[in-house]
């Protein structure tokens, strides 16, 4: 155990990599606040050099381990705004808050997802944009969301992708209104009203398909002209 703070050792336990962070993990207690609770450490490049980025309760900050140039930044989580992080387009952390930008690299994959899931808990608001190298300059790339919609195929999408597609969306119509199928007694004596409202629920649904990009126009027409001429 390399400090004596059982919050900072126990996060210490934690982590993958550990190389190059003994001397600030070991004065670690002397910067954090008796108040203040370590949630997660991970070792980096800081300041052109081995350092430790530190998450407590309160705010980030980045330590160098460096017996001549020892010295750190802090950023507190209120301000936190912005988030750039993604281990596989790069290695770095870089959290934008209200004084500053703290910028890091060289991060196990492990420890720094570990402490940006705790962080993104802390500070529920941050917002997480990620960047890479572009022909001019960092080029934003917005995270997929949790569950992405399928896109709408490109011009030089795969051919069977956009078989694919058009599949599952007539999936949609031979299941309401399926081809041929004998009309039992019940749906004889079903009123017309009822007839109308199921007629509207298909458009609506295939409305829906079109807006998510699995319908073109050319074809989202078609399918409601077929579901118009359902009896």
Known sequence: MSSPRRDIAEAEARMRVTFGTRTAIKNLHEIIDPEEIVQELAA????????????????????????????????????????????????GFALTTAS??????????????????RLREIVPGLVLEVTRPGAHGR???????????PARPVADAPAQAVLD?????????????????????EAE????????????????VLADLHA????????????????????
């Open 189 to 204: 004596n079903t009123s017309a009203k009822s007839a109308e409202a199921d007629k509207g629920v298909l458009m609506g």
């Open 44 to 91: 980096c490049l800081y300041s052109g050099g081995d350092g430790l980025l530190i998450l407590t309760d309160r705010r980030i900050i980045g330590l160098r381990d460096d017996y001549s140039k020892y010295h750190y930044r802090d950023h507190a989580l209120a301000g936190a705004q912005k988030l750039d992080y993604d281990p596989v387009v790069h290695d």
């Open 212 to 231: 998510k990009g699995l319908l073109t126009d050319a074809e989202l027409a078609a399918k409601l002209a077929q579901v118009a001429a359902k009896p």
């Open 100 to 117: 500053g930008r703290l910028v890091v690299r060289k991060m196990h994959v492990e420890d720094s997802g570990r402490l940006v899931g």
């Open 165 to 185: 597609q058009d599949a599952a969306a007539q999936g949609v119509v031979d299941a309401v209104t399926p081809a041929g199928s004998p009309q039992e007694p």
């Open 139 to 149: 080029v934003p790339i917005r995270p997929a969301p949790i569950a992405p919609v």
